[in-house]
Structure formats: C-alpha cells, structure tokens
C-alpha cells in the first residue's frame, strides 16, 4: 500500500449521528457502501486498487461498526442522506456509487432520491428490498430469507445473540461463502469485535426492522427507474440470490442502464470471495468516471 492509497479514519456528526467512514486515494469520488454481517472492513481488497485513480469512501453505514447506533432512522431514505450528508461534508457534487446487500438498498433509494448526484451505480449480490417482499414465501425463508423475518422481531434477537455473536456471525460467512473457509479466523474477529459493541447488534437488527417503511418509499416511485447506468453483479452459488432469481432480470426492471456479471464459484460475499474479478469489474465500470 502506497502513501496515495493509504487507509485514513475518520469521525464527524453529519445528519444528526455521529458517522465513521475511512478514506484513501485521489481523484473522482467513489462511494462504497458495506453490507450485513460486515462493516467497512468488508472493502479492504478494493480500496487499495480503487485508490489507484479513485478518492475512495468507504462509511460504516448508520447502525454498524464505528458509526452511532441511533433508535431510528434505518429507513433507507434516511440512510440515503446520511450518505449524502458525507459527500457534502466532503465536498463532493457527484459520486459513483457501488453498494452490496443492505448498501445497495441503500444505494438504491440514494440513486431514486438524489438522481443529480450521482453518475453511475453498482449493485452487488442484492435483489431489491420491493422485490423480496412480492415473492416471499414459505420456500423463500427456507432458501436463505428467514432471518429477514427472525431480526423483525422485536428484542429476542438481540438477547439471543448476546454472548454468541462468533457464532452468530460465523454462520453466515460460512454458509453465504462458496469456500466456507473463505475468511480466516482473524479476519472474522475483525467483525466480531464490531458486533459486540454495546448497540451493534440491536442497529443491525434495526436496519432489517425498518422494511416495512423500505418497501413503501420503493411503492411510491416503483414507475420511476434510475436514470444512471447501473452494474449488477452476484455469485451464481449463493442460494438467495444468484440461485433464487434471474438477477439482471430484476435490475432490468429497476434502471434504464443495466449490465450484469454473475461470477461463478461465489456466493454472497464476492468483494471478499473473488476480490480480483470484482475490483476488475468495478474498475472497468468506472471508466471514464471524470467526477
């Protein structure tokens, strides 16, 4: 890692919480919003090649790692500004943006609320919020969906985990991964320490409460597709996404602009599964992204 594309910390009070994001590189901004059951850290193979040519920002999203863990506010419209309080924080008119899981639904809602500000946008393994709840199902929860419903309820979640979010976590990178080996013992510490600060667990649980609010703000403009070109990408082995839906169908229903790249031997983390092949991807979207 060069001194352009060292890894930076930062905390500020934007949108009315206290936001932590990391930083690195110079040159147009690109946004990459983490998903569940990671934090930032779930980017580290990327930032040192975006950073490259990219000013690379990388925010733990509001509920998880060093950000604050509110009451509320996990609607996606209101994580949407807390995106865009950074970039007007830092300066930044226009971003590309790329999102994985819950950051591409927040991503998403960013890209249909805040169309002039931003140029283009990445989805990666992540199959709309609106879309889940038209196709949920009995078979859906058995195909991978049923913690969507598990963390909705309120309190027992967070006093079942408690204690237990190793193993917790542990079961997801090992059953979402095509290699369950893929993360080792201490790149999973990593995450666990975040997920055993006080709040950590109740924030993330709260992020998957505030689908009912989700799913109506996609009712309101489900007619109104995203303007700018959009990437898709998935592993073709993970059971609730590549293997559940056609997945470029489903975006071709959400923009106007859509290319999809399935990757195969990967399941649903495949910025950590297949670093190489999505940091490729990523860098030949953005190309020609002048800020």
């Not at 009451?71 to 008119?93: F, I, N, P, Q, W």
Request: glycine letters at 8%; charged letters at 25%.
């Amino acid at each position: 890692m060069t001194a352009t594309t060292e890894i930076t910390h930062h905390t500020k009070v934007l949108n009315g919480i206290n936001q932590h994001w990391v930083s690195a590189g110079q040159g147009p901004p690109v946004y990459l919003l983490h998903g569940f059951p990671e934090t930032w850290y779930g980017w580290r193979k990327q930032i040192p090649v975006l950073a490259e040519k990219y000013t690379v920002i990388a925010p733990d999203l509001r509920g998880y790692g060093d950000t604050e863990k509110p009451a509320s506010g996990y609607d996606k419209r209101t994580m949407a500004r807390d995106v865009l309080a950074l970039m007007d924080h830092l300066g930044h008119e226009k971003i590309a943006l790329v999102g994985h899981d819950r950051g591409a639904r927040v991503g998403t809602r960013f890209a249909k609320d805040h169309r002039e500000r931003i140029d283009r946008f990445v989805a990666m393994d992540n199959i709309p919020t609106r879309v889940i709840a038209d196709t949920y199902d009995v078979a859906m929860a058995r195909q991978g969906y049923w913690f969507f419903t598990f963390l909705q309820v309120p309190d027992l979640p967070e006093a079942l985990i408690a204690g237990k979010e190793e193993t917790w976590l542990t079961h997801f990178y090992r059953g979402w991964s095509y290699d369950p080996e893929m993360l080792t013992p201490e790149e999973i510490a990593v995450y666990v320490r975040a997920y055993q600060q006080p709040g950590a667990v109740r924030g993330s649980c709260m992020d998957y409460r505030a689908a009912p609010e989700d799913v109506a703000q996609d009712r309101e403009d489900e007619d109104q597709p995203i303007d700018c070109p959009v990437l898709t990408i998935w592993g073709e082995d993970f059971s609730a996404v590549g293997q559940a839906y056609d997945v470029l169908d489903v975006w071709k229903g959400m923009a106007r602009d859509v290319r999809g790249v399935p990757i195969p031997q990967c399941g649903h983390l495949c910025q950590e599964e297949k670093p190489e092949v999505v940091s490729a991807e990523l860098l030949a979207f953005l190309d020609g992204w002048g800020g």
